[in-house]
């Protein structure tokens, strides 16, 4: 049954794409751009496209100017015999609109559809993406031929799912933006007295008489309003959602069946997909790890696991990836077949049922002529496409992982809102960042192979964070009173919570809360502080003691040997009942609590007693940690929330990823040696056949699949 966004009276449906995968198993294709080469080539392609398993490819992606290469006019003839070749090798479509990409004719017919840089600076075909999102001309251009293509190809048994647009990403600061800006302002605050009231213009004499006064937030001479700022950024999501729904419902509107989706970016800076998701009836997401990062496993294992979490936990899409090199970096490192493999199983362990790349066939010509495929340009006879086939043959044989969960018992809070509020101009410390945070707490939980679920703080509020034994808060800067009593409540019951620094400092308006802090969170912590400090740059070193993992005796930090400092940003604060487990040892902050640890009462709301299992635990990180400490905490978190990981032992064995999917099992070892994974019982790998009893040797760099044996 579609799910029903009582906010906006959209649905996203997800039994088409359930349906979809039932019949086509995992999927597996990428980008298919036919209008770059002619026939023949068509005809290689599919042939080509079977030989590799592939089962799904997106078309039309940047094919307007092609469809409509003079105002009015339709071509759609070529299409037509693309579809029909691929539809009769059995090569199923993901039917584009055409829309991120519009013909020089419009912008020379309508300038006004053209962005507008915050310089003022219009910017020009010739390139792509060049629309403003607020364009009313674009928009009904972009739903004339996005009607007339969906009109013609509803019926077309090729086509099994509909794509809009492509990557939803625009910003325009331009008259038309400007006017939409302000209706959306007047349906947000209804008068303009409210708005001065969030936005604070007291402040530098900025007051507004009337909406009319108000624009987007162009170049300023200095720092711009961070509460108009963060609203221009809410606004910019809403509009690009506007568009994706605008083109949605045309084809809702003739085909209620096959699902329609857009492409995410992971952890777009500019599109809050919590309110994005229940529009998608399958979320899918392009991911480009960069090769160079030594971190790139766990944080593509991070953007999985959002992304997984936007649809609620249900099966995802990993629409586009690069199978070798990308050609937009400054220095575009390439991939292993083994490592694009690796990336590929990796989406799929962490939920994904289809994996698609950026693109089919390498162009030839064009900005992109440089940019890997999974057809190079020395052809078939290569290296990476024998990867590609290789890959094909791996999503075949894992058809059984279809639909299948990834259970997790901690979730991680993450929103946009908080990320933007977070890093507008002029803050303590701009090196806090909320992404590194994430990233580093976040990368702990994967070295011990703790699966994970992100959430929108609000959310939780809603659904009570039930099924959650750890809650991790690692900086969520606008975190609401109802998702702080959420989290207070789930200590209650006996969970774990872990708060980072900079954390509820802020109401939704962007107004730093008064008092001390954290405000909505000190009761449940057992502590509150009154500054904010930015850290010198060699930090400040720790003193205290902290617990090791596996219930180890705490360390004397003094004697910890990894001479601990704390990093970017401390907070002077005073403990009001919790324990102290570090503090500052010299410097500004000297002598003030860096990291505690409070017993929570249980929920009975007794005295908090060690010896009560409902009570739970809160731990205030008032800093950024190092990453042996960091540890130490998290693991102290799930191990008294008695969360474990895919496999005990996991972090002796550095970059091996253990995930657990349905009754699967995968380990992917992202090292350079082999790893020899105690993993009790009998078991098959579904990728080789091989067979193992109590340890699994995983080569470097391989992948394999476990299913218990006589299960
Ligand atoms: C994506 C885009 C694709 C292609 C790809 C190259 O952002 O959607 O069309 O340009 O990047 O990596």
Redesign the pocket.
Known sequence: MPQTNSATGHTGDPAGFAALTDDLGLLYGG?YNPEQWDRDTWREDVRLMVEAGVNLVTVG?FSWARYEPRPGVRDFGWLDEVLDLLHVAGVAVDLATPTASPPPWLGTLHPDTLPVDADGVRLVAGSRNQFSPASRVYREHALAITRDLVDRYAGHPAVRMWHVG??LGQVCYGEESAAEFRRWLRDRYGTVEALNEAWATAVWSQHYASFDEILPPRRTPYHVNPTQSLDFRRYTSDQLLALYREQRELIRAVDTERPVTT?LMGFFPLADYWSWAQDLDVVAD?A?PDPGDPRSPADAALTADLVRSLGGGRPWMLM?A?VGA?S?RDHNLPKTPARSRREALQAVAHGADGVCY?QWRASRAGA?RF?SAMLPHAGPDTRVHAGVVRVGGDLARLRDVVGQRVPARVVVLFDWESWWAAEEQARPTERLRTLDVLRAWYRVLWDAGVAVDLAHPDDLAVTGAAGYDVLLVPQSYLLSPEAADAVAAAAARGASVVVGCFTGVADQDAHVRTGRFPALLSDLLGVSGEEWAALPDDGVPLTGRLAGPGGSTATDLADAGDGPRAHVLGELLRADGAEVLASYAVGHLAGAPAVTRHRVPGLDGGAADTADPTAGWAWYLGTVLPEPLLRRVLTDACERAGVTGALPGLTDLPDVEAVRRGDHLFLLNHSGAAAHVPVPGEHADVLSGSIFTDVVDVPAGDVVVLTERNA
């Open positions: 980008d992606v492509n990557e492409n392009d480009y586009e690069a990308v937009w950026f992109e940019h």
